[in-house]
C-alpha cells in the first residue's frame, strides 16, 4: 500500500505556486549574479584601460626625459665641437701669421741683398 496520498487541489496550486516562486528566485539571483560579472568585467576594463594610460604617461615621460639628456648631450657636444674649431682656426691663423711675416723677411733680406749687389 502507498503512503502517499492524493492533494487536494489547493494543496497541487500551492505546490504549483511554490515551485514557480523558487524558480522566480532562482532567475532572479541568476540574473543579479549576472549582473555583477557585467559589472565586474566593466570596472576591470576602466582599470585595465586606465592602467594603461598611466604606463603609456609614464612611458612618454621617460622618452621626453631622455630627448631631453639626448638634446643636452649633443649641444654640449657641438659646443666642444665648436671650440675645438675655433682652437684649430686660431692656430692655424698664427701659423699663417707666422709664415707671411717669415715670407717678409725673406723678401726684404732678398731686397737688401739685390740693392747691396747693384750698388757694389
Known amino acids: 500500500a502507498s ?3 492524493t492533494l487536494s487541489f489547493s494543496e497541487r496550486h500551492q505546490k504549483l ?3 514557480n516562486d523558487c524558480r522566480k528566485l532562482h532567475i ?3 540574473q543579479k549574479l549576472q549582473n555583477q560579472i557585467r559589472d565586474q568585467r566593466v570596472q576591470n576594463e576602466n582599470a585595465d584601460r586606465a592602467e594603461r594610460k598611466r604606463l603609456l604617461r609614464l612611458l612618454q615621460n621617460e622618452q621626453f626625459e631622455l ?3 639626448e638634446a643636452i648631450q ?3 657636444e657641438n659646443k666642444r665641437l665648436r671650440e675645438l674649431q675655433l682652437e684649430q682656426e686660431e692656430k692655424l691663423a698664427m ?3 707666422k709664415l ?4 717678409l723677411k725673406d723678401e726684404k733680406m732678398r731686397q737688401q741683398l739685390r740693392e747691396n749687389s747693384v750698388l757694389s
Not at 100 to 103: L, P
Request: no cysteine; glycine share 0%; proline share 0%.
Open 17 to 19: 505556486v511554490d515551485v
Open 28 to 30: 532572479e539571483a541568476l
Open 95 to 97: 701659423e699663417l701669421a
Open 67 to 69: 630627448d631631453m639628456e
Open 100 to 103: 707671411k711675416h717669415e715670407s
Open 3 to 5: 503512503n502517499r496520498r
Open 74 to 76: 649633443k649641444a654640449e
